[in-house]
């Protein structure tokens, strides 16, 4: 039976986006061996064409070589930049790439990562599948999203406030745990763009999850058993430990493992961890061997 939690993301998935948007994302499943595509980011609200794109596309499985997945595996995803052509128009695109049963797990909290689950706790458009149980396993996966955040919101936030206040709460603490250098007010400008969606899911999230709840007036006041607030805190103190060297360690994979990678990564670097980082010829030839380097000055510059 498809839950209320369910039935809500279903209906978010579903969302209208332009043509253009769908024919990249059949492109882009070609080229990567996608079996499925997520189209999230500012221009899914903006629909500003002109911009970058920003895509996830879901495998059956891990590519490369066997040495690339075995050192690089489990710093996913990979990360790559398209330009293609549709009608008059060029359409660029940022691709993240992994495989679909790394993204349910990611999705469901066991691992150490929080990107997953947070990003698509915020609304996000499946563009194309290849099959019904492709469609079907991404729902599920973003549902889950919704409950993993829904889970670490109610340890994270107020003993009671307003929705709002518990995905701050999250928002704040995940992008100090994810290394990322945000303008401050940076999770306010993302739940106003649609505050009653995350009204919504709040509760919803909770009940999925079991966790019980008073509703006082505009206020929600969460109940966590003692054993499930000591295990939701260790758990989310173990990603505080583990998220910045994660976190530095997949950008400075994902800056050297692409065409372009050092000038786009070193840039990209930059602006999530305020590190500037020169661009050297040496670098621009030999990325992948300047890599170690850049990530030794990344820590000690930025005090990790």
Same mark, same amino acid.
């Given at each position: 039976?498809?839950?209320?939690?369910?039935?809500?993301?279903?209906?978010?998935?579903?969302?209208?986006?332009?043509?253009?948007?769908?024919?990249?994302?059949?492109?882009?499943?070609?080229?990567?061996?996608?079996?499925?595509?997520?189209?999230?980011?500012?221009?899914?609200?903006?629909?500003?064409?002109?911009?970058?794109?920003?895509?996830?596309?879901?495998?059956?499985?891990?590519?490369?070589?066997?040495?690339?997945?075995?050192?690089?595996?489990?710093?996913?995803?990979?990360?790559?930049?398209?330009?293609?052509?549709?009608?008059?128009?060029?359409?660029?695109?940022?691709?993240?790439?992994?495989?679909?049963?790394?993204?349910?797990?990611?999705?469901?909290?066991?691992?150490?990562?929080?990107?997953?689950?947070?990003?698509?706790?915020?609304?996000?458009?499946?563009?194309?599948?290849?099959?019904?149980?492709?469609?079907?396993?991404?729902?599920?996966?973003?549902?889950?999203?919704?409950?993993?955040?829904?889970?670490?919101?109610?340890?994270?936030?107020?003993?009671?406030?307003?929705?709002?206040?518990?995905?701050?709460?999250?928002?704040? %603490?995940?992008?100090?745990?994810?290394?990322?250098?945000?303008? #401050?007010? $940076? =999770?306010?400008?993302? *739940?106003?763009? @649609? &505050?009653?969606?995350?009204?919504?899911?709040?509760?919803?999230?909770?009940?999925?999850?079991?966790?019980?709840?008073?509703?006082?007036?505009?206020?929600?006041?969460?109940?966590?058993?003692?054993?499930?607030?000591?295990?939701?805190?260790?758990?989310?103190?173990?990603?505080?430990?583990?998220?910045?060297?994660?976190?530095?360690?997949?950008?400075?994979?994902?800056?050297?493992?692409?065409?372009?990678?050092?000038?786009?990564?070193?840039?990209?670097? %930059?602006?999530?961890?305020?590190?500037?980082?020169?661009?050297? #010829?040496? $670098? =621009?030839?030999?990325? *992948?061997?300047? @890599? &170690?380097?850049?990530?030794?000055?990344?820590?000690?510059?930025?005090?990790?």
């Amino acid at each position: 039976m498809t839950s209320a939690l369910q039935s809500l993301v279903a209906q978010e998935l579903s969302v209208a986006v332009p043509q253009e948007i769908r024919s990249v994302a059949r492109v882009l499943a070609e080229r990567l061996g996608g079996v499925a595509v997520l189209f999230y980011g500012s221009v899914l609200r903006t629909g500003a064409l002109g911009d970058i794109l920003d895509f996830y596309v879901l495998t059956p499985r891990a590519r490369g070589s066997l040495l690339r997945r075995a050192v690089l595996g489990s710093l996913w995803p990979d990360v790559s930049y398209h330009e293609i052509r549709v009608g008059e128009r060029t359409i660029r695109a940022k691709v993240a790439t992994m495989p679909l049963s790394t993204f349910e797990r990611a999705a469901t909290g066991v691992l150490l990562d929080t990107t997953i689950w947070i990003r698509f706790a915020q609304p996000s458009a499946l563009v194309w599948s290849h099959s019904p149980a492709d469609q079907h396993r991404t729902l599920s996966a973003v549902a889950e999203a919704v409950k993993t955040a829904g889970r670490f919101a109610a340890v994270l936030g107020p003993r009671h406030g307003r929705a709002e206040d518990f995905w701050k709460a999250l928002l704040r %603490e995940t992008y100090r745990v994810e290394f990322r250098v945000e303008p #401050p007010g $940076r =999770e306010t400008q993302i *739940l106003g763009h @649609a &505050p009653e969606r995350y009204d919504r899911l709040l509760p919803l999230a909770w009940q999925e999850s079991g966790i019980a709840f008073d509703i006082r007036g505009a206020s929600l006041v969460p109940s966590l058993g003692f054993g499930e607030c000591r295990r939701l805190v260790q758990a989310w103190l173990t990603r505080a430990a583990a998220g910045k060297p994660l976190n530095v360690a997949r950008l400075v994979k994902a800056a050297f493992t692409f065409d372009g990678a050092a000038r786009y990564g070193l840039w990209k670097i %930059e602006r999530h961890t305020g590190v500037r980082v020169a661009l050297t #010829p040496w $670098r =621009e030839r030999h990325p *992948l061997l300047a @890599a &170690p380097g850049v990530l030794w000055r990344v820590f000690h510059v930025g005090g990790g």
